[in-house]
Nanobody
Framework: HVQLVESGGGSVRAGGSLRLSCALS???????RGWFRQAPGKEREGIAV???????TYADSVLGRFTSSQDNAKNTVYLQMINLKPEDTAIYYC??????????????????WGQGTQVTVS
């Protein structure tokens, strides 16, 4: 049974930082693990994806400000966000997809999703 639970969202001032966590159950290294966000009135946007080898790919919009990592012992992935901007305000989701190779893409149709956590930057 696959379950993803995000935590760590909140409200911060522009320029501030937050770290999101995503606790994974039933997800192994064979899965693509991704971070997405959706702002009010906008389409969902992919932020970062981790492949089965631990390689992380970022969207251009967050490159240099957001860093994803994983703790295999805790089966948890993290999204460290610095220099936050008001346009980063969104609900942030982690997601997973069974991978059949090394390559993972944010364009893939992820089928396991967490409940989301709100990030508000003012």
């Amino acid at each position: 049974h696959v379950q993803l639970v995000e935590s760590g969202g909140g409200s911060v001032r522009a320029g501030g930082s937050l770290r999101l966590s995503c606790a994974l159950s039933g997800v192994t290294w064979r899965y693509c693990r991704g971070w997405f966000r959706q702002a009010p009135g906008k389409e969902r946007e992919g932020i970062a994806v981790i492949n089965s080898k631990g390689t992380i790919t970022y969207a251009d919009s967050v490159l240099g400000r957001f860093t994803s990592s994983q703790d295999n012992a805790k089966n948890t992935v993290y999204l460290q966000m610095i220099n936050l901007k008001p346009e980063d305000t969104a609900i942030y989701y982690c997601a997973a997809l069974r991978a059949y190779g090394d390559f993972c893409s944010l364009s893939y149709d992820f089928n396991y999703w967490g409940q989301g956590t709100q990030v508000t930057v003012s």
